[in-house]
């Protein structure tokens, strides 16, 4: 039994050195006595990985043929789960220049739908022929309605939970019981066979009942450069379900070198990504210009800043208008990325300055981010927060001197 499983182990490990090393025909199939799944499986990979550069056939010559790649992406999902398809995917448009082909809807139906496949749909529905256009809106819903579901109740529950400390109530939901004056009050029902206390009432913290005219504002002010693309996405999903929480008022404002205020579409998030304009130049400063035009009570305002803060605009200007917003009490933070994808490239110098000021600079994922709202609103300590959640956020020069 032993000497089987060995043997079968060896032969396992035999079969994925050869797919990695390639078979391109039927002939080598029958010499390493691999299955037709096999040959199919290295056809796909080999069509992608030997010898693709830009514009060039691998050795499976996927070419430009729409037909053909739809068949190389539906053998693609065959054989590989979602997370690696969308990871080939992206090979596939980066090695042999496939962007292009998603204006063709049969080639757009086949593909895994995900963040930067609806990024890539946006920067191109200017030039999408009307047919594609309706199937790119189908791609784009699907994504948009995957993630509604995924953040939706996590981002609801997070901001409905930020509470009033100076209201107490004897029927606190768990998450706002007051542990420290709930044991206090119930010592007298401590029983020393469990060596614990048995609480015979709660003491918590009473949710925020607040009226209209006193409801905390939150603007995502959002860069839509191309390298922010999935940053874009995010933000609108987050701005779409802040805005059908009555807890708190919700601003949209995109911006390249031109500003976008989607507030009033925030009801249809896939609405929203067709109103944004992806790629161009970038004027920071004018968009935080625009939002602080409308800005009526600074105490009660929180600007997200969602950029790499590679400024086009007027630098100096920006910085005197942060710092101008923060002393007037808008809490002020500045998002270097709000995606998966891993540590962003920004502007080093200009996160420093604003780092400086004391403001939050750092990046942050989706599954982060309603916390992090939730910190906002209750208008605790930003850093502190990043700092056990594991965000390195950024320090500026004094900063980094005064922990040495």
């Not at 830009?54 to 539906?74: D, F, I, N, Q, T």
């Not at 981010?369 to 959640?389: G, H, N, S, V």
Request: proline fraction near 3%.
């Amino acid at each position: 039994m032993t000497d089987y499983k060995a043997q079968t182990e060896q032969e396992e490990k035999y079969r994925r050195w050869q797919l990695i090393l390639g078979i391109t025909d039927e002939q080598s199939l029958k010499a390493h006595k691999l299955s037709e799944r096999d040959l199919r499986l290295s056809q796909a990979l080999s069509a992608l990985y030997d010898g693709g550069g830009e514009g060039k056939k691998g050795r499976g010559g996927l070419g430009r043929s729409a037909p053909k790649v739809a068949k190389w992406l539906g053998d693609i999902r065959e054989f590989f789960p979602s997370s690696v398809v969308q990871v080939i995917q992206k090979d596939a448009f980066h090695r042999l220049g496939l962007k292009q082909m998603l204006l063709e809807p049969e080639f757009l139906a086949a593909m895994e739908a995900d963040v930067h496949l609806v990024a890539d749909l946006v920067s191109l529905r200017s030039v999408m022929p009307e047919k594609t256009l309706d199937t790119a809106r189908v791609v784009i819903k699907s994504v948009v309605d995957e993630l509604m579901k995924r953040l939706e109740q996590k981002t609801s529950e997070a901001i409905r939970g930020a509470v009033n400390k100076s209201k107490r109530t004897y029927r606190p939901r768990f998450n706002d019981i007051d542990w420290g004056r709930t044991i206090t009050a119930n010592l007298r029902h401590y029983q020393s066979d469990y060596q614990t206390v048995i609480p015979e009432k709660l003491i918590g913290f009473m949710r925020q009942q607040r009226r209209l005219t006193d409801l905390d504002e939150v603007i995502l002010c959002v860069d839509q450069s191309g390298s922010m693309a999935s940053s874009v996405v995010y933000s609108a999903i987050f701005a779409a379900v802040m805005a059908s929480i009555p807890a708190v008022k919700t601003k949209l404002v995109c911006f390249d070198t031109a500003i976008l205020d989607l507030t009033n579409d925030l009801a249809d998030p896939v609405s929203v990504l067709f109103g944004v304009q992806l790629g161009g130049g970038t004027d920071i400063n004018q968009a935080v210009a625009y939002c602080a035009e409308r800005i009526e009570r600074p105490s009660k305002t929180h600007l997200i800043l969602i950029t790499d803060l590679y400024e086009g605009g007027d630098e100096k200007q920006l910085i005197s208008r942060v710092a101008t917003l923060a002393k007037q009490g808008v809490n002020v933070i500045t998002l270097l990325a709000l995606s998966d994808d891993g540590r962003p490239s920004y502007d080093d110098q200009l996160a420093k300055v604003f780092a400086d000021m004391n403001l939050p600079v750092f990046a942050c994922t989706p599954d982060q981010f309603p916390d992090l709202m939730a910190t906002a609103l209750k208008r605790e300590d930003i850093l502190a927060w990043a700092a056990d959640q594991k965000i390195k956020a950024v320090r500026s020069d004094n900063q980094a001197k005064q922990t040495i």
